[in-house]
């Protein structure tokens, strides 16, 4: 499988056996956890940051639909008029920190607190080339005990 196009930095995602991974860093001294990826720890001041894998499981901490079309710096291309709902949510993974990330699901039905999700990357605009560039987004995940640790 080859990776598309991305709009976000490869220092952000990760590929394991195909699938997308969030990347991040960890201080060394504390184990305070970044995403994304920090130079030095704010919790300790410590500059000894390690390369982090957050994976790709966690469980929804808090959710919203954004309803209506962003404001610049948005920039997917759509308009007012092609513009469609999505959810926007806080995944909490497995290290604790949670993640602001858009959602596949824009039903609020069909969202809840606590539920399990899962890393895909999504379609988000189209180049000048022709092609789609993708951004990360969490979608419901059948409940794989992988998600956050809750304190």
Same mark, same amino acid.
């Given at each position: 499988m080859?990776t $598309?196009p991305?709009l976000?930095?490869?220092?952000l995602?990760? &590929?394991q056996?195909g699938? $997308?991974?969030?990347?991040?860093s960890q201080?060394a001294?504390?184990g305070? @956890?970044y995403f994304?990826a920090a130079?030095s720890?704010?919790r300790c001041?410590?500059?000894r940051?390690?390369a982090c894998?957050?994976? !790709?499981?966690?469980?929804?901490w808090?959710?919203?639909? %954004?309803d =209506?079309l962003p +404001?610049?710096p948005?920039n997917?291309?759509?308009?007012?008029e @092609? &513009?469609?709902p999505?959810?926007?949510?806080?995944?909490?993974?497995?290290s604790?920190? +949670?993640?602001?990330a !858009?959602?596949?699901?824009?039903?609020p039905? !069909?969202l809840?607190i606590?539920? $399990?999700?899962?890393l895909?990357l999504l379609?988000?605009?189209?180049?000048?080339?022709g092609?789609?560039?993708?951004? &990360?987004? =969490? %979608?419901?995940a $059948?409940?794989?005990? %992988?998600g956050a640790?809750?304190?």
């Amino acid at each position: 499988m080859s990776t $598309p196009p991305l709009l976000v930095s490869d220092a952000l995602i990760g &590929f394991q056996d195909g699938q $997308p991974h969030l990347l991040g860093s960890q201080c060394a001294d504390c184990g305070e @956890t970044y995403f994304p990826a920090a130079d030095s720890c704010t919790r300790c001041r410590c500059a000894r940051m390690q390369a982090c894998d957050l994976g !790709r499981t966690g469980v929804l901490w808090s959710w919203t639909v %954004q309803d =209506f079309l962003p +404001k610049a710096p948005y920039n997917s291309g759509e308009t007012a008029e @092609t &513009f469609r709902p999505y959810g926007v949510g806080y995944v909490q993974m497995a290290s604790g920190i +949670k993640v602001e990330a !858009r959602l596949t699901e824009a039903d609020p039905a !069909r969202l809840a607190i606590g539920m $399990p999700m899962a890393l895909v990357l999504l379609p988000y605009r189209v180049n000048a080339q022709g092609e789609s560039i993708h951004t &990360f987004a =969490f %979608q419901s995940a $059948p409940d794989n005990h %992988q998600g956050a640790r809750h304190a």
